[in-house]
């Protein structure tokens, strides 16, 4: 019965993010309208949540039994409030889900970065992501953003715009480097690119 209802907690996980994503869904031609960008901003801070449902993190990634799952912002903060209440009273495997916004140029902020199980890099971030790839290289840390073309240069989750949804990209060659495992459930609704030579 436990797997029955794990089984059924998957779906309806996956199923609610689908169904934020439809709220995108133009009512017009791809490029006719601007998506609105709270909306959009919900699906990712979802998709971020979701994301940590479909991952398994290696021994070691938590110090302990009660240490919390991080979910960290690096850089210029796109999403505000609204991750904020998308975590809100929720748990990832019986743990709390903390936040923590942090700033590449704080010191004490880079040493947190191994910390977190989930990163994301915001866009302010662009001209030093080989530094911050540096940075956690081996590290179990999934790393995801909406810069272009993300996952092709050595990210792991990319969000893209697609059809008028938010879809994401992603790189096994990545997620292997970091010793993650991406649910089978997980790869089947993204894309997956292979790394450039750049990211290699």
């Avoid at 907690?9 to 960008?37: F, H, R, Y």
């Avoid at 953003?145 to 240069?153: G, M, P, Q, V, Y």
Wanted: glycine share 4%; proline share 4%.
């Amino acid at each position: 019965m436990p797997d029955v209802l794990s089984r059924k907690a998957t779906k309806c996980s996956i199923l609610m993010v689908l169904a934020v994503s439809a709220l995108l869904a133009p009512t017009l031609p791809v490029g006719a309208q601007e998506i609105d960008e709270a909306k959009s901003l919900k699906v990712k801070a979802a998709y971020l949540y979701n994301f940590a449902k479909f991952i398994e993190w290696p021994d070691g990634a938590f110090e302990d039994e009660q240490a919390p799952f991080v979910v960290g912002v690096l850089g210029d903060d796109p999403f505000g409030q609204i991750l904020d209440d998308t975590v809100e009273a929720k748990n990832v495997a019986q743990r709390s889900v903390k936040i923590q916004r942090l700033h590449w140029n704080n010191k004490a902020d880079r040493d947190k970065l191994k910390n977190c199980h989930i990163l994301f890099i915001s866009a302010s971030e662009r001209s030093r992501l080989d530094k911050i790839f540096a940075a956690l290289e081996e590290c179990p840390v999934l790393v995801v953003s909406d810069i272009h073309d993300f996952a092709r240069d050595g990210g792991m989750i990319g969000f893209v715009l697609e059809k008028g949804r938010i879809a994401f990209e992603t790189s096994r060659e990545a997620l292997e480097k970091a010793k993650l495992k991406a649910s089978s459930r997980l790869l089947k609704l993204a894309r997956i690119v292979e790394p450039s030579k750049r990211s290699r």
